[in-house]
């Protein structure tokens, strides 16, 4: 798993790339909740376009940076899911509570 954190104005954007699993989430969860406690970010924009595979894990540590930033009163977006990851993640419900958007540019204007 690779985890790219790039910041825009309040917004954190995150490119993840490779599988978020067991494993990987800590990774994922670490690198974002140290960016999130560390800076004055307000919003997170989470980018599947190269993730190949995720499980039950990936959600919860979805979820988790979700609870995370709307206690900051903050949103979530995630985009570029491709079709395999966004049935997974409508299985978790994760399209009820956070907004899926198609591409990187759309979820930076949400």
Known sequence: MQVQ???RKEKLVVRLKGELDHHSAQIFRGA???ELMGNKVQDLILNM??????????IGAILGRYKQVRANDGK???CSA?????KILQ????P???PLVGDEK?????
């Open 76 to 78: 979530m977006v995630i």
């Open 49 to 58: 376009k190269s993730v190949t595979f995720m499980d039950s894990s990936g």
């Open 32 to 34: 974002v909740e140290k």
């Open 96 to 98: 009820k509570i956070i």
């Open 106 to 110: 759309n979820a930076l204007e949400k």
């Open 91 to 94: 299985m978790g419900g994760i």
């Open 5 to 7: 954190l790039f910041r």
């Open 82 to 86: 491709s079709p395999h990851i966004q």
